[in-house]
């Protein structure tokens, strides 16, 4: 059992479906660690499919027509900078075997990193200082970067793996500045963009149970390249991965999925556009569950042509537009990770951001053995190769291919949470039943 409710039974007779009045959750270390295992397997799975279609359909459909469900499993079309992907060359989930290592990208390798500094620095808050000099030891810059060919019939290049607001915030860090003055307007012109929303997520596993005190630890990571939308939509992300743990196992995956989303969109500014584009797609679904791709054009004409509730769209990497489409791959796949992942992966826009962040929540829901049934893949990688894009980390596995594998680093993981725990939930940890407790009054 995952955790148990500390109230009488009679009173839990007499609260509604995911009431959150108890004192305290009771979790188990053990089962936390594998549901971890299953959040880095899923993203991975998630990421590497998902980039097959990134920025294929952009919003353009006179000369990039969207894609639909007829097309899964066809051949791949040119992105919007004409290239293919190396690594597929069909639109279909995309494995790593037993003997491979995932490859990191960006929607995995920054969580990595605060993961491993949080670690390294034996502390449950990272420091502006300990972000900046992060960043600059273990992310290239845009000239020491070393050559890399990202398509088949690209030229090599230097290549450091960071676009859009990462890079430039990036680029201050290495003229001296902290954060969280490397996402103002005044700098990074960028702020407005989705880099946020994946490269925090994490935040919210390493507080159970706990999404006031996951934005907390998440704020200056958010906040080194977001502002206003952009760091509301990575609070939102963040928020659903902390409550993920409140979800009654019991109930199926569908029923927890729109509870997830509807306690995090309550930490929505109630003014901001993300709140008006969430329940715009919430009352979509509502009144359309089977037209996935009818609630995508849907928000296509409204948000970027009509640029209704206030959003002016300006890239196809904008926080917002990318938050409208993870949405409806998230209230369409109900909680089921292949047809989840399937609509992510086609709904357009940089479509293995949503399909990387809703791999990990699904896969922590799962666990890894549950990410591995549910795709029939029981001998699927568990290595991950962090210098494929990141420098300067130990080779935690020199006899594996990569540097590190996922049961490692849930168990570093489940090491900043024993310090978080402590120090931030003011809970405890019961040794003897390996399990935290973790206060829910506060």
Known sequence: MRYRQALPLLLLTCLPLFAVAEP?????????????????????????????????????????????????????????WGEFVPHAKRIAFYFEPLGTPWGADDDTDLEYMYAFLLDQHATSRLSATQIRDGWLKHIYSETDAPLFKKFPDSKAAPENFLWVSNERARQLMADGMLPPQTSDAAHNAMNSMIDAQLTTEIFGLLSPGRPDVAEQLAYLPIRTTAQGEAEWIAQFYVAMHSFAIRADPNSPLSDQSLWLAEQASQRLPETSIAAKMYHFIKTYHTAHPDSWEAARDAIYVRYQIEGKDGYKYQEPFDALINFAASLISWFYGQGDIQRTLQIATLVGWDSDNPSATWGGLLGFLLGIEGVKAAFNQPAISTTYWIHRTRRNFPDNTPNEPGEDNFALMAARDIKTIDRIVVNELAGSIDHRANQWIIPLSQ
Do not use: K
């Open 24 to 80: 305290a959750l009771q979790v188990s270390r053990a089962d936390y660690a594998l549901r971890l295992q299953g959040f880095w397997l899923g993203q991975n799975i998630g990421n590497w499919t998902g980039l097959i279609t990134e920025m294929d359909t952009v919003g353009s459909p006179e000369t990039l027509p969207f894609y639909t469900d007829d097309d899964w499993g066809t051949r791949d079309r040119r992105s919007l």
